[in-house]
T-cell receptor, first 107, second 115 residues
Framework: GQNIDQPTEMTATEGAIVQINCTYQTSGFNGLFWYQQHAGEAPTFLSYNVLDGLEEKGRFSSFLSRSKGYSYLLLKELQMKDSASYLCAVRDDKIIFGKGTRLHILP | GAVVSQHPSRVICKSGTSVKIECRSLDFQATTMFWYRQFPKQSLMLMATSNEGSKATYEQGVEKDKFLINHASLTLSTLTVTSAHPEDSSFYIC???????????FGSGTRLTVV
């Protein structure tokens, strides 16, 4: 079966760093996505990892270990606008989403 | 490139009526599109995979007679919610397989409210 796990909620402080973890067990794997979603809006693409290692893009970085079925999204220099849900999703022949992590940023 | 337009963005309908949601790929051809549903404070759940020129593939638990999918052209897929009920109120989002390096792009979503 397909299983994607990530924490339900996290809280961090403005200016700090936060790491959101995702573990997956899926029948196939062709890449892992991270999306940001603000309430009432469609998801916004953040990153896509298909090979092991760290991909850095500005304040956001994403890491993948295929052998461990593990990924994380790292957000640096947190801003209030980063308060959102972060969705981990695995691509096989379609995209399957985890339940999402609601990130709360405190001033 | 790889833009997906979804329409309408919001719709309110009466219980028992049908609602059609359109998903268009604007600058590319999409042989495969996906329809998701998202209830409040929950993640996106895949409802069905829409293939141009053939029948859609529905996920387990999704009623194919209630959620009619038509993918008659390479740029348009439609989802019709038939005989809508309040429990069908949700956020519906389409996605298309595109020729970007990550392969998929999402529409902006449709907020359906059934009263």
């Amino acid at each position: 079966g397909q299983n994607i796990d990530q924490p339900t909620e996290m809280t961090a402080t403005e200016g700090a760093i936060v790491q959101i973890n995702c573990t997956y067990q899926t029948s196939g794997f062709n890449g892992l996505f991270w999306y940001q979603q603000h309430a009432g809006e469609a998801p916004t693409f953040l990153s896509y990892n298909v090979l092991d290692g760290l991909e850095e893009k500005g304040r956001f970085s994403s890491f993948l270990s295929r052998s461990k079925g593990y990924s994380y999204l790292l957000l640096k220099e947190l801003q209030m606008k980063d308060s959102a849900s972060y969705l981990c999703a695995v691509r096989d022949d379609k995209i399957i989403f985890g339940k999402g992590t609601r990130l709360h940023i405190l001033p | 490139g790889a833009v997906v337009s979804q329409h309408p963005s919001r719709v309110i309908c009466k219980s028992g009526t049908s609602v059609k949601i359109e998903c268009r790929s604007l600058d590319f051809q999409a042989t495969t599109m996906f329809w998701y549903r998202q209830f409040p404070k929950q993640s996106l759940m895949l409802m069905a995979t829409s293939n141009e020129g053939s029948k859609a593939t529905y996920e387990q638990g999704v009623e194919k007679d209630k959620f009619l999918i038509n993918h008659a052209s390479l740029t348009l897929s439609t989802l019709t919610v038939t005989s809508a009920h309040p429990e069908d109120s949700s956020f519906y989002i389409c996605s298309a397989r595109a020729d970007t390096y990550y392969g998929y792009t999402f529409g902006s979503g449709t907020r359906l409210t059934v009263v």
